[in-house]
């Protein structure tokens, strides 16, 4: 009885090596078929932008030909690179640069401060306003676009750089994010601060600032996002080429009469260039603020 009992335990063990090597090759393979679907219109479009005859594209569209490009040309990228003209794209990816650089710039400064008074500040009603900042997140941005219109229109700021970029620079989420993260750091640090005679401010920017890399990193990317992809507020506050980002402008290349694909798809290469290489230049903090994240939890 216990010769059989020992040769079913052996027989268990040989087994699970193999069961776990399935496990991992259906674990692999799952792995592998949503990379290939998140990464295959990247490809389509990078392949696309190659190809000079937009009417080729098209038809390219329903089968593999779609991903591969047989006589490839940076004729496309040299249209819309120009910074004048009728296809003055390089115009409209620098707006775009402008307006990204100030609103994470000036959206870094205010909502870090705004968290940080919340979280170590003395303010009477904290919990009240920070459950307004929360309830403030509810609030559908395009339920007070119009309002906004109003009032930017009255200040005589459409067409303008500023208008895009001030509406936008305080975010309830944004300010909850850095409340989140300077409510977790230790209390001794602010109060040895204190007793060294450092101000308020001067805790802020010496002390907590420098260690919330993966909260700036974090919001650097999402709000960098965000503003990259702005469509509907430009549309209502840009009449002109001045300050009109390259979301809007690309737009023009789908008419009613024509579409230029070949256009399209190259500025959508040249549009996703930032901000990719945003993400690039902050993904080891904006990963590890994540990984903080869950292991506090």
Known sequence: MSDLVLSTAQLEVKRAPSGIGSLRIVQTACILVIALVIVSPLLMLFVASLKDDRFQILADMGSFRAFWVSDP???????????????????YLMNSLIILAGTVGFGLV??????????WGSLRGRALILSLVIALYVIPQESII??????VSRAGITDTFAVQIVPWVASPLYIYLFYQFFAQLPKELFEAAQI?????????????????????????????????NQYLWPILVTQTDYARPIAVAIATFFGQDSIYWDRAMAASVLMMIPILALYIAFQRWFVSSFVGSAVKG
């Open 73 to 91: 040309t940076l004729s496309n990228f040299m249209e819309v690179g120009n910074f004048s003209g009728q296809l003055a794209f390089g115009r």
């Open 110 to 119: 205010v909502n870090s401060m705004a968290g940080f008074v919340l979280a």
């Open 196 to 228: 060294d005679g450092a101000s308020v401010f001067r805790i802020y920017r010496s002390i907590f600032l420098p260690l919330s890399l993966p909260a700036l990193a974090t919001v650097s990317i999402l709000m960098g996002i965000e503003a990259w």
């Open 146 to 151: 119009m309002p906004l219109v109003i009032m």
